[in-house]
């Protein structure tokens, strides 16, 4: 089944303590992307990937970082989680940017930072 | 102005309602226009996809786009109450480094 895998699905951390979200897709795509999901705010996004080694900070990437090691995986990375960086993150995936083929989107990463 | 506008209602309809979705736009070069569904707890998918202008039929739902006024629409026709969901927007523009932009969605529910 095509899809993309976020692990984990609920996180509750404490403030400073270093986390990784995990995103695998296994459709082939060139193109992932972070999303986090606010109220009000909608999707924004954190860091998109056009290929391997290639990343490039979206509309809100302070506090995060990712890689791009492998086609298929695309890790977000909080170095030191604040509690504003509570949020549902999604992580997706697409031939191209533009989302003309559609993003597949995982099932979402509830992240709660105390 | 917010480059993608929607409303986020919430809209309550009763089930076998017709229902309106509306976004505006301020890029007049966005030609790939999309809907999106979220249901609660899941992340969003797929459901319409339109390039340029026109309209789209899928079973009961309807996509249009007017460029003109920078405008599109999601019509449901015979509601069902497992058609409540959150509703997103989202367009983009051809070229490289254009990104797919997002409304902020419109939560439905349909009444049984």
């Known amino acids: 089944e095509a899809q993309v895998t976020q692990n984990p699905r609920y996180l509750i951390t404490v403030t400073g303590k270093k986390l990784t979200v995990t995103c695998s897709q296994n459709?082939?795509?060139?193109?992932m992307s972070w999303y986090r999901q606010d109220p009000g705010l909608g999707l924004r996004q954190i860091y998109y990937?056009?290929?391997?080694?290639?990343?490039d900070k979206g509309d809100v990437p302070e506090g995060y970082k990712v890689s791009r090691k492998e086609k298929r995986n695309f890790p977000l990375i909080l170095e030191s989680p604040s509690p504003n960086q509570t949020s549902l993150y999604f992580c997706?995936?697409?031939?191209?940017?533009?989302?003309?083929?559609?993003?597949?989107f995982g099932s979402g990463t509830r992240l709660t930072v105390v | 102005q917010k480059e993608v506008e929607q409303d986020p209602g919430p809209l309550s309809v009763p089930e076998g309602a017709i229902v309106s979705l509306n976004c505006t736009y301020s890029n007049s070069a966005f030609q790939y226009f999309m809907w999106y569904r979220q249901y609660s707890r899941k992340g969003p998918e797929l459901l319409m996809y339109?390039?340029?202008?026109g309209n789209k039929e899928d079973g009961r739902f309807t996509a249009q786009v007017d460029k003109s006024s920078k405008y599109i629409s999601l019509f449901i026709r015979d509601s069902q109450p497992s058609d409540s969901a959150t509703y997103l927007c989202a367009m983009s523009a051809p070229g490289g480094s254009e990104k797919l932009v997002f409304g902020k969605g419109t939560k439905l529910t349909v009444n049984p």
């Open positions: 339109t390039y340029s202008s």
């Open positions: 990937s056009m290929n391997v080694e290639v990343t």
């Open positions: 459709m082939n795509h060139e193109y």
């Open positions: 997706a995936s697409s031939f191209n940017n533009q989302g003309a083929d559609g993003y597949t």
